[in-house]
């Protein structure tokens, strides 16, 4: 396989009506930087010839080791050892059944057996076949082995019966290989495997820069007890930090209220509320080359914060006065000493490119990420994302399709540095 591409999946497909749904995730899996190679059962050549993964992967497919056309003589051992994950889609009862024995009577199910990559399942069947106890059984089995399964779903089937059994959508089985593939390389990078194969692990190219980066949402209390806040979770903040240190940037976080921890290596400041937020950015702004606002900043804030508990009265409605926050990126940009880039998000949920773009302009930034929260694998809790990233005064339109928050976090800051070479060289 080449060496070009980040991720290296090897995607089965076994025989079931959704064997054609392959096709789109290997599209996907394409279009989020990785390389794929196709094994097809037997029977999955009946709904799909190999010729078309053939031709989309310019690479030989898979059906059978013993095939006179097969270029590798054990080819099984060799496909099953180059992947840093082994997708099968869809999955028949049939194919699980034989991994959860161990049964290797074919090149897919050798190529399980022969494996030390993750390997994720997403299964398609008849509603009774896939509530079958022999089913679940197996299912439970691999569970336990440490597979991972993207569960069916509800919904009509080929059969034209309605239950459980449906293909998973092929973005949601995408977003969860990748998540697999993104915590299967962190792993590797804990255990200290070869650290350098990631050429951004060699490219200082932010040395001298200077990220300050707002994270996560804010709370702003009502009373001692209770708070308004928001579901930012702080993973796309977190995954811009840790990749502008890992390419050699200083980098200090304001962190409001996360799911997750920031990365070690990163200087963090705490703020729990907008006005705390603001009070910490201007703080440390005099250092910073690059502003990114990637926290979910309350935009109003209660006006009169009781000392006590509010108490429940006879009364059905409690109306709260509301006062707006100041604008933290709005106020960085207005401030800007020279030669700071200043990076905003737009995460919306409908116009989402007028909004960006009118966010660009009134808080006078460099460049806005703009997210549709709606879309699957998008938005604020999940491991993955997808943006269009816009750029002052120009009609650039840059689209980052589905993949996760750490290499998408790699892809912004390409544009921050081709934004500095631009405006201050
Ligand atoms: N932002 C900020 N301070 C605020 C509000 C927002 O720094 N008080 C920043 C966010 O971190 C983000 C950008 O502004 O980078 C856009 O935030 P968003 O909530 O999408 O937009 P708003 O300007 O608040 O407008 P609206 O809520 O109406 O969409």
């Not at 290797?104 to 076949?129: E, W």
């Not at 092929?170 to 990631?198: C, F, G, P, R, W």
């Not at 050429?199 to 009373?223: M, N, P, V």
Request: hydrophobic fraction near 40%.
């Amino acid at each position: 396989m080449s060496e070009t591409k980040k991720y290296r999946v090897g995607l089965g497909v076994s025989g079931g009506i959704a064997a054609y749904k392959a096709i789109e995730v290997l599209r996907l899996l394409q279009k989020n930087d990785c390389e794929v190679r196709v094994a097809m059962t037997k029977h999955a050549t009946e709904f799909v010839q190999p010729l078309t993964f053939r031709a989309l992967t310019e690479s030989y497919v898979f059906v059978d080791d013993y095939e006179p056309e097969n270029p590798d003589p054990i080819a099984h051992i060799n496909f099953s050892q180059t992947i840093d994950l082994l997708l099968i889609v869809p999955a028949t009862a049939n194919i699980i059944a034989k991994f959860a024995n161990g049964i290797a009577d074919d090149f897919l199910s050798s190529t399980y057996l022969a494996s030390n990559a993750p390997v994720l399942i997403a299964p398609a069947m008849n509603t009774t076949m896939w509530e079958h106890t022999a089913s679940q059984r197996n299912i439970d089995k691999l569970k336990s082995d440490g597979v991972f399964f993207v569960a069916p779903v509800a919904g009509e089937l080929a059969c034209r019966t309605v239950g459980t059994g449906k293909l998973e959508d092929v973005e949601n089985i995408v977003a969860q290989a990748l998540q697999l593939l993104v915590q299967s390389s962190k792993s590797k990078v804990q255990s200290q495997i070869d650290l350098t194969q990631d050429s951004r692990f060699k490219t200082q190219d932010l040395k001298g820069e200077s990220f300050l980066i707002t994270i996560g949402g804010t709370r702003e209390a009502i009373d001692p007890i209770r708070f308004i806040s928001n579901h930012s979770s702080g993973k796309m903040g977190f995954a811009i930090a840790d990749a502008a240190q890992k390419r050699g940037a200083d980098v200090t976080v304001v962190c409001g209220t996360t799911s997750v921890k920031p990365p070690n290596s990163v200087k963090v400041v705490r703020a729990v509320s907008a006005e705390e937020m603001f009070q910490a950015v201007m703080k440390e702004l005099p250092n910073a080359t690059v502003f990114v606002g990637a926290a979910a900043v309350a935009d109003y804030r209660p006006k009169n914060v009781s000392d006590a508990k509010i108490k429940k009265t006879n009364q059905d409605f409690l109306t709260l006065e509301l006062e707006k926050t100041s604008d933290i990126l709005a106020t960085v940009s207005k401030n800007r000493h020279n030669g700071l880039l200043v990076v905003g998000f737009a995460a919306e949920t409908n116009d989402v490119i007028s909004y960006a773009k009118s966010k660009l302009e009134k808080k006078n930034l460099d460049m806005v990420v703009a997210n549709d929260i709606t879309l699957n694998g998008a938005g604020f809790d999940s491991d993955t994302n997808i943006a269009t990233i816009l750029k002052r005064r120009s009609d650039e339109k840059i689209e980052i399709p589905l993949m996760s928050k750490q290499a998408m976090a790699d892809k912004i800051l390409d544009e921050v540095i081709k934004l500095r070479k631009k405006i201050y060289p």
